[in-house]
């Protein structure tokens, strides 16, 4: 009885693992699965054997202890079907089963929070890793570690009051760099949803496009993490910011909402602090409140900070 057990789910087996097809232009054609580890199934099975040990693993998550039982030896389910573990007399031992999510998972996640990040696809080569700090002054080396402790501590403060970063001052410094860098990690590597807002192209779209003003601010209020690049970015010889008060209106109803409900923020601006406070004091102050512990203001010589300028 128990030869004939296995010998009928190994018939099933084989009738499920036929190669999906697909018609094209000369006739049937095997479609790929985009996974070949889960063969698309998105989660990966395995037998354990009765007498196997389990081990026990906790972890935190929200503030909450999640016990989890996992066994210290198993094999791949497939193995065990296609007679590779055992004979049919034994398939009882193996009765016990244990599934884990596939990577893959994880990775089109990513790949959906990064679609949806609106960061280019320029920016989405932006790492730790190709920021230049050779030979760089000590308040860029400051910007650099900032910004990579605030990434490393992330999962620990993003619930607090102090849960944001800000790069302020001279241009060309590479705090973009940076805080896209942090963007990419957290989408990446911890599947955190990062939205990119660049201040002056956002709001001249929003000015041609009042339809999707109310959609975009509402993201912009609501999403895990959101990142504004050259926030009130000054213009012109007398470096006058860029700060109606629309858009003052604008930033000030979406900072707030973020403060009120412990949303991280990230911002870059050639603006130091008491600049932002001076265009308005409630929102300039609730910047600052949110990023003091990560906050990092740049000024100097620009032919010394300015990479674009290096060697003129």
């Not at 912009?220 to 700060?243: E, N, Q, S, W, Y």
Request: negative net charge; glycine residues 4%; charged residues 30%.
């Amino acid at each position: 009885m128990a030869t004939k057990t296995i010998e009928e789910a190994l018939a099933k087996i084989r009738l499920r693992a036929v190669p999906s097809q697909v018609i094209g232009s000369e006739g049937f054609e095997e479609k790929k699965p985009e996974c070949p580890r889960c063969q698309d199934k998105q989660i990966l099975i395995y037998r354990v054997h009765k007498d196997a040990k389990w081990i026990e693993e906790s972890r935190w998550i929200n503030g909450q202890e999640i016990v989890k039982l996992t066994p210290e030896t198993m094999v791949p389910e497939s193995d065990f079907l296609a007679g590779k573990v055992c004979q049919p007399q034994d398939a009882w031992e193996w009765r016990d089963t244990f599934s884990i999510r596939c990577d893959c998972v994880a990775q089109r996640k990513s790949n959906r929070l990064m679609k949806s990040s609106e960061i280019t696809e320029e920016f989405k080569r932006l790492g730790f890793q190709n920021f230049c700090t050779d030979g760089k002054p000590q308040v860029i080396l400051d910007a650099y570690e900032c910004a990579l402790e605030y990434y490393q501590d992330f999962e620990i403060v993003r619930s607090e009051r102090r849960n944001s970063i800000a790069l302020l001052g001279q241009p060309g410094v590479g705090k973009t760099h940076l805080l896209t860098a942090i963007a990419n990690n957290l989408i990446q590597r911890k599947q955190v949803p990062v939205l990119y807002f660049p201040y002056v192209e956002g709001f001249n779209d929003l000015k041609d496009d009042f339809n999707q003003l109310e959609e975009k601010l509402e993201r912009m209020k609501k999403v895990d993490v959101l990142f504004i690049d050259d926030l009130f970015k000054p213009t012109g010889r007398d470096r006058k910011p860029r700060a109606t008060e629309w858009q003052i209106e604008q930033m000030y109803a979406v900072i707030n909402h973020r403060y009120l409900n412990y949303q991280p923020i990230m911002i870059s601006s050639e603006l130091t602090v008491d600049e932002l406070v001076d265009i308005d004091e409630a929102l300039g102050t609730r910047i600052y409140e949110m990023c003091q512990d990560f906050c990092v203001v740049i000024k100097g010589d620009r032919k010394i900070l300015n990479h674009r300028l290096v060697g003129a």
